[in-house]
């Protein structure tokens, strides 16, 4: 499993909106200066954040991006999932199908014991606690 660029792009992006009042609207092209992130990329992961209700986005001329909810709620896990799918470190752990050792390999017990601490690991960071550290 790769972390992403976009996923990357994502966090801190988030990072920089949580530093203001929740409900402050951002613009996309402002916040791509601002984050030095390329504008028509992070539309993209600005829409896939407000599809997972991470972010709300309004049109318009006093339109923009917010973020949707308290940032003590959001996890890092939330953001990599909205921007990649569900996290999975090898395709047995999610298809049974894919291997017939499934039941019986200590390899797949070992992937899904480190998915599972990854996963708990991604939620135990929080926007919040991200915020307070930039």
């Given at each position: 499993m790769k972390v992403?660029?976009?996923?990357?792009y994502a966090i801190r992006a988030l990072i920089h909106m949580a530093h203001k009042p929740l409900g402050t609207t951002f613009m996309r092209s402002e916040l791509a200066t601002e984050c030095d992130i390329p504008d028509s990329f992070l539309g993209k992961i600005l829409q896939n954040l407000a599809k997972s209700e991470i972010l709300t986005s309004e049109r318009g001329k006093k339109g923009g991006f917010?973020?949707?909810k308290d940032?003590?709620?959001?996890?890092?896990?939330?953001?990599?999932?909205?921007?990649?799918g569900e996290l999975s470190l090898n395709k047995c752990i999610f298809d049974?199908?894919?291997?017939?050792?499934?039941?019986?390999?200590?390899?797949?017990?070992?992937?899904?014991?480190?998915?599972?601490?990854?996963?708990?690991?991604l939620k135990s960071y929080t926007l919040a606690s991200l915020a307070e550290k930039y």
């Amino acid at each position: 499993m790769k972390v992403t660029r976009a996923s990357d792009y994502a966090i801190r992006a988030l990072i920089h909106m949580a530093h203001k009042p929740l409900g402050t609207t951002f613009m996309r092209s402002e916040l791509a200066t601002e984050c030095d992130i390329p504008d028509s990329f992070l539309g993209k992961i600005l829409q896939n954040l407000a599809k997972s209700e991470i972010l709300t986005s309004e049109r318009g001329k006093k339109g923009g991006f917010k973020i949707a909810k308290d940032i003590s709620q959001i996890t890092v896990y939330d953001i990599i999932t909205a921007i990649e799918g569900e996290l999975s470190l090898n395709k047995c752990i999610f298809d049974d199908d894919f291997c017939n050792l499934v039941h019986s390999c200590t390899a797949h017990v070992m992937w899904s014991d480190i998915q599972t601490k990854l996963i708990a690991m991604l939620k135990s960071y929080t926007l919040a606690s991200l915020a307070e550290k930039y």
